[in-house]
């Protein structure tokens, strides 16, 4: 039944995307008997989504409940958009994951249930985001979408970001630890030092397909970090662009100096110096960009290989918000 034919007034049909294997995930969803038009899809794993998303289409839900991370987002979203197109049903996120930046940015409490998923439906806010779509130029229909997307010493620190997953820091705390660890690192290791040494990046602003300035600062072929996200709010307060708002956001940072990399922690909350450009710190807005990496980047949490991709924005979706 299609969603447009139910009667004003009727609750909601829900589709639930349980994912067992989420961090914070204790079963309590599956159980839960708050409406009888709630259908509940558990796939065993990711080759599984597609089946289960088409069923719940053809059921023709209005709400969409995500059960889990980051990474269970990144999956569904990527895997819904050849079923839903430009016609997506409103989407919740209840965070279950080790991370959870989505929730963060929609203002969603770490205790939000399928319940208050549903109350928000009728009765919450309405927040409009479009994840990044990222593209491999020699595999056009490997399209992924995603909401933060990070490489050179970023790959290191989500990969440091599992070593304190199992030291038991998770969100915020996590987002901490890493950035203490890879800031001692840069500070005090040298240029062969892969924090420091960054990886080569070719990024190419679209549609002119300039390239992104260099400030000059170590080698120009090499950037530090590259992050690129359609999120407004992060884990932990930090702001790594700056006060630039909606819309798909790039920073970037050439090989900066010692100096800049001890203020790195006050840049990420505004309280850095001026001239960040003229410093090695690059923030703005791009309608779209391409990007040649010689090694992994992460997107949500996993890691994808080296080579050249598109990256833009994708479809925009409601998210319901308490």
Same mark, same amino acid.
Not at 6 to 16: F, M, S, T
Not at 147 to 154: P, Q, R, T
């Given at each position: 039944m299609r969603r447009d $034919? =139910? @009667? %004003? !007034?009727? *609750? *909601? #049909?829900?589709?639930?995307i349980y994912n067992p294997r989420s961090h914070h995930? =204790? !079963?309590?969803? +599956?159980?839960?008997? #708050?409406s009888p038009d709630v259908f509940v899809a558990q796939p065993g794993n990711r080759d599984q989504l597609p089946e289960a998303l088409a069923r719940l289409a053809e059921r023709g839900i209005d709400l969409l409940v995500i059960n889990g991370g980051d990474g269970t987002v990144r999956d569904v979203l990527t895997c819904g958009e050849p079923i839903f197109g430009d016609d997506w049903p409103v989407? @919740?996120?209840? *965070?279950?994951g080790k991370t959870n930046a989505l929730a963060v940015d929609l203002g969603g409490p770490s205790d939000w249930t399928l319940q208050c998923a549903v109350d928000a439906y009728e009765n919450g806010k309405r927040v409009k985001r479009s994840p990044m779509a990222i593209t491999p130029l020699d595999q056009p229909d490997a399209r992924v979408l995603g909401? #933060? +997307? /990070? @490489? /050179? $010493?970023?790959t290191l620190g989500t990969k440091a970001g599992q070593s304190a997953h199992k030291l038991g820091a998770f969100n915020s705390l996590a987002v901490g630890v890493t950035t203490f660890w890879g800031i001692l690192q840069a500070v005090f290791g040298t240029r062969a030092n892969p924090w420091r040494r960054g990886a080569k990046m070719d990024l190419r602003l679209a549609p002119s397909g300039v390239p992104l300035e260099h400030s000059g600062l170590g080698e120009p072929e090499r950037r530090l970090i590259l992050l690129a996200s359609t999120l407004e709010r992060f884990p932990g307060g930090i702001k790594p662009f700056g006060s630039l708002g909606k819309g798909l956001k790039l920073a970037a940072l050439d090989q900066i100096s010692r100096w800049m990399t001890l203020m790195l922690p006050a840049i990420l909350f505004e309280f850095g110096p001026k001239n960040l450009r003229k410093r090695g710190f690059h923030q703005l807005v791009a309608q779209s960009f391409e990007m040649e990496l010689d090694d992994q980047f992460i997107l949500d949490g996993e890691a994808? *290989? @080296? /080579? =050249?991709? =598109?990256? %833009?924005t994708g479809p925009e979706i409601d998210f319901v918000a308490p």
């Open positions: $034919a =139910r @009667a %004003e !007034g009727d *609750p *909601p #049909i829900v589709g639930l995930n =204790r !079963g309590q969803d +599956l159980t839960s008997k #708050i989407v @919740a996120v209840l *965070p279950k909401f #933060i +997307l /990070g @490489a /050179g $010493a970023f994808f *290989p @080296a /080579g =050249r991709y =598109r990256v %833009e």
